[in-house]
C-alpha cells in the first residue's frame, strides 16, 4: 500500500518508527519489536537505515516483515555515504521485498573530507528525483520545522525542502519538535512557499532524562520551559519521568489534532509499551475523525 494513499484530508493517521539492530543477533528481538508495533494498527511503520548504510540487511529484513504483519513499511535510505549505484541497488532490494515507500534521505555527513566524491549524491533531491524515476515508488522525504542544523536561515531551509516537493516527494516527515507553535509556524511558511503535499508532524516521546539529553544533544532540537521542568521535577525517578514523557507526547498529539493537523508521526524507538500507552489515550481522538 502507498503511503499516500493513506494521507486523505480529513483522516487522522498514526504512524511509528523503529530503528533495526547493529548486529544480525539482534534480529529476533527487532522482528518481536515489529510484531508488537504492528499489533497496535498504526498507519505504517518506518524503519530507519543506518548511517551510512551500516546495517543496511538488517533494514530490509525489518522492512520486509512489518509488511509481512499487513502493515505498510516506509523504508528509510540515506544517500551520503555510497555511489549512487549501491544506493539505487538497495533501492531495488527493497523493491523486490515488497516495499512501496522510500523515506529518501540524504544523511549526517561523515565526520572525515571524504564528501563529496565523484559518484555520489549530494543532496536528497538527486536521491529522489533518480527514485520517482524508477517509477513504482511513493517517496518521503524529511523536513525541519526548526531548520536544518547546516542551513544559514530556516528561508533558504523551506527553499531546498520545495525543490523536494518539486522532485517529486509525495510527503514529508518532520524532525521531532516539542514545542507545537514552532510546527504550526512551519506549516504556515511552507504553505506560502507553495509546498502542498502532506507533512506528518514527528513527535519523540521523552521518557528518561538520560534520552532528553542525548536528543537535545544531537539534534539541537528547542525544549520548552514546561518540558524541562518535568525533567527537573521527575528526571531522578525512572517511572514517573516515562509516565510524564507519555503525558506529554499524547498532550503534544492532542493539541495537533485540536488545530487541524492530521498525520502524526511517533518516533517509537522500539518501545511498543510507550506507543500502546499513547495511543491507548488517543483512542477516542483518532476514532472521532475514522470514516
Ligand atoms: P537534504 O534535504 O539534502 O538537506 C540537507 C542540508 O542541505 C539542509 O541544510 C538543506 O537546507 C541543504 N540543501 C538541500 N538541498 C540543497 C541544495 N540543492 N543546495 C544546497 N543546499 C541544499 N539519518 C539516518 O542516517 N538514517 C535515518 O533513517 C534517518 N531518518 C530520518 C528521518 C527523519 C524524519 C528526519 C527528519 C531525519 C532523519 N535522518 C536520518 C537524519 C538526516 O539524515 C539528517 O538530518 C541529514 O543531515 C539531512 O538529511 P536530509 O534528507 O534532510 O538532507
Given at each position: 500500500m502507498k503511503i499516500k494513499n493513506l494521507l486523505k484530508p480529513g483522516q487522522v493517521t498514526v504512524s511509528c518508527e523503529i530503528f533495526p539492530p547493529k548486529?544480525?543477533?539482534?534480529l529476533p528481538h527487532a522482528r518481536e519489536v515489529v510484531h508488537a508495533i504492528a499489533a497496535l494498527q498504526p498507519a505504517f511503520v518506518s524503519v530507519t537505515y543506518g548511517?551510512?548504510?551500516?546495517?543496511c540487511a538488517n533494514s530490509i529484513e525489518l522492512a520486509a516483515e512489518v509488511e509481512k504483519c499487513g502493515v505498510p513499511a516506509l523504508a528509510h535510505l540515506t544517500c551520503v555515504s555510497a555511489e549512487k549505484q549501491e544506493v539505487l541497488a538497495v533501492a531495488r532490494r527493497f523493491a523486490a521485498n515488497g516495499i512501496e515507500n522510500i523515506l529518501a534521505l540524504r544523511g549526517d555527513l561523515p565526520?572525515?573530507?571524504?564528501?563529496?566524491?565523484?559518484?555520489?549524491?549530494?543532496?536528497a533531491c538527486e536521491l529522489i528525483t533518480d527514485l520517482k524515476e524508477m517509477g513504482n515508488f511513493c517517496i518521503g522525504g524529511a523536513c525541519y520545522p526548526e531548520g536544518?542544523?547546516?542551513?544559514?536561515?530556516k528561508a533558504e531551509d523551506l527553499q531546498y525542502l520545495k525543490e523536494k516537493a518539486d522532485a517529486g516527494c509525495d510527503f514529508f516527515t518532520s524532525q521531532?519538535?516539542?514545542?507545537n507553535d514552532l510546527f504550526y509556524n512551519f506549516l504556515y511558511r511552507a504553505l506560502a512557499v507553495g509546498i502542498h503535499v502532506p507533512i506528518l508532524a514527528g513527535i519523540m516521546p521523552l521518557t528518561s532524562a538520560k534520552q532528553m539529553r542525548r536528543c537535545v544533544e544531537l539534534s539541537g532540537t528547542y525544549l520548552p520551559r514546561r518540558f524541562l521542568s518535568l525533567v527537573d521535577r521527575f528526571g531522578s525517578d525512572p517511572a514517573t519521568m516515562k509516565q510524564a514523557g507519555i503525558a506529554y507526547a499524547t498532550e503534544q498529539i492532542i493539541d495537533l489534532i485540536a488545530n487541524g493537523v492530521e498525520h502524526i508521526h511517533i518516533y517509537t524507538m522500539n518501545k511498543p509499551d510507550v506507543a500502546a500507552k499513547i495511543l491507548s489515550n488517543l483512542s477516542h481522538v483518532i476514532s472521532s475523525h475514522a470514516d
Open positions: 548486529q544480525g543477533t539482534g548511517a551510512g548504510g551500516t546495517n565526520k572525515d573530507d571524504s564528501f563529496p566524491r565523484d559518484g555520489q549524491y549530494r543532496h536544518h542544523v547546516e542551513s544559514a536561515n521531532m519538535f516539542f514545542d
